[in-house]
């Protein structure tokens, strides 16, 4: 029992007892007045907590329907526990409802992560979009230029195959042309009765080879300005140089490329001696009395190359006479002969290789190597004997393996004429043959003339195509 149950108790006994008090005293006051008195007593009931003494009205006595009785206390207990069973199952639906607002509140925090999230890959996927659409229009645009470009490429091929044609037609005019002016002249001399005694003209070697230079450079009858130092006589139009008798000048060679060492074998003994800077060395190959100078090429294939022919720009007449090849002329580090006996007598100390290396108009390089290579003597004018062929120039020297070299004064071709006559050179020709190095340094490439009197190599660039440099070269055989 509480303190309010306690207090209603009190309460309670008290108006028993005055209850009790009352009676005896109206019994009393009945005997005492003859007349009955009535007496009324109130019980409050506050609601709010007793804290002081309970005060009892003494106004007018309460209906009895109003007074508090034992089963309205019971109620009020009922009440009251029935109030405090509901606040506590407030009190637990409001924790319940706590928890949840914190669950919500955990809920819309993911959930706005969530949207934030979600609004980050929508943007990559944005991107992604957009950078897919760049890269498809990048692939367009460059299949765009495969196609041009393949367009380009089919219409140069077009182009490049029909000037291949006009060039074999234009090749076939020249030849036609040149044999047309031949005959022409022969009918002039026939007519005007001037009967000069022309010797009989050798074939003419095939004008359009298998190889044909990339990109045929012009048409060009012309010798280099150079060629006119060599040349201060009028050399005519067709004619070409006229042929000299010189000989190889002895020179002071420049510094730079000079070796004052020596005299060595040849240039293999050079550069096995420790000198391996291409340059001008002094030569002297086993059992000869006078050493000579040479070019040693040290920058190509391992060095040890000796060159004994070079052809660069025209700077030096290559129709000359049997002393002038059998001494050698020219100038060693520009256009030269190295001379037949000098090259006899390297080639005779040993197994030697021969290589030529060409480069046309278009500065292609391309060569042609001998796997052995010697001179027979003087007494048999030198007669050229030569091994297997290899290379990209084609194999246009075998034809003139065995043949014995010619020049304008001394015929030994095979041909009823004399070769060196029309192809401007010394060689060893045979009737006439497919090759002459040692003929007219001619500017352009192919050139139009009576006589196929170029630089030439049929196999390449046939017989009116003249090379712009040549390099004849030789070394013991590894
Ligand atoms: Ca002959």
Not at 319 to 344: Q, V
Request: charged content about 25%; hydrophobic content about 35%.
């Amino acid at each position: 029992m509480g303190p309010s149950g306690w207090r209603l108790c009190a309460l309670f006994c008290a108006w028993v007892l005055s209850e009790s008090m009352g009676l005896s005293r109206r019994r009393r006051g009945s005997e005492d007045d003859g007349l009955p008195k009535k007496c009324s007593y109130t019980f409050l009931v506050p609601e709010q907590k007793i804290t002081g003494p309970i005060c009892a009205s003494r106004g007018p006595a309460l209906p009895d329907k109003d007074r508090v009785t034992r089963l309205d206390i019971v109620d009020v207990r009922e009440l009251l526990s029935k109030q405090r069973r509901e606040m506590d199952t407030l009190r637990m639906v409001v924790d319940v409802d706590g928890n949840m607002v914190s669950e919500m509140k955990l809920l819309r925090k993911e959930s706005r992560n969530m949207n934030s999230r979600v609004t980050q890959l929508y943007m990559q996927l944005l991107h992604e979009i957009i950078r897919k659409r760049d890269n498809s229009l990048e692939i367009a645009q460059l299949e765009g230029r495969i196609l041009n470009a393949t367009a380009e490429a089919l219409r140069l091929s077009a182009r490049y195959r029909e000037l291949e044609v006009r060039f074999s037609a234009l090749a076939s005019v020249v030849n036609n042309q040149s044999v047309l002016i031949g005959a022409l002249e022969e009918r002039c001399l026939q007519v005007y009765g001037s009967r000069r005694q022309e010797p009989l003209a050798p074939p003419l070697v095939q004008v359009v080879p298998e190889n044909i230079p990339v990109h045929v450079p012009r048409l060009s009858n012309e010798i280099q300005r150079d060629h006119s130092r060599s040349f201060p006589r009028d050399r005519g139009s067709r004619a070409g140089p006229e042929p000299t008798g010189s000989t190889l000048e002895a020179k002071q060679p420049p510094d730079g490329n000079f070796s004052s060492e020596g005299p060595f074998r040849d240039c293999l003994h050079a550069i096995q001696a420790g000198h391996d800077t291409s340059g001008m060395y002094l030569l002297k190959p086993d059992g000869t009395e006078r050493p000579f100078q040479a070019w040693c090429e040290h920058d190509l294939d391992n060095g040890g190359w000796t060159i004994i022919q070079r052809r660069k720009d025209g700077s030096v007449n290559f129709f000359r006479n049997w002393e002038s090849y059998k001494k050698g002329f020219g100038n060693i580090d520009s256009e030269h002969w190295l001379g037949l006996d000098n090259i006899y007598n390297l080639a005779k100390q040993g197994d030697y290789k021969l290589l030529v290396e060409m480069q046309d108009w278009m500065e292609k390089k391309v060569y042609a190597a001998y796997s052995s290579f010697h001179l027979e003597p003087e007494s048999e004018s030198y007669r050229l004997r030569l091994g297997i062929y290899q290379g990209n120039a084609g194999d246009s020297l075998t034809s003139h393996n065995g043949k014995q070299f010619t020049t304008l004064d001394r015929d030994k071709d095979t041909f009823s004429g004399n070769c060196a006559h029309f192809h401007k050179g010394g060689w060893w020709y045979n009737a006439c043959g497919q090759t002459n190095l040692n003929g007219v340094w001619y500017s352009g490439g192919v050139y139009r003339s009576k006589f196929q009197d170029g630089i030439f190599w049929a196999d390449y660039g046939g017989g009116f195509y003249s090379m712009k440099t040549v390099r004849m070269m030789i070394r013991p055989i590894d």
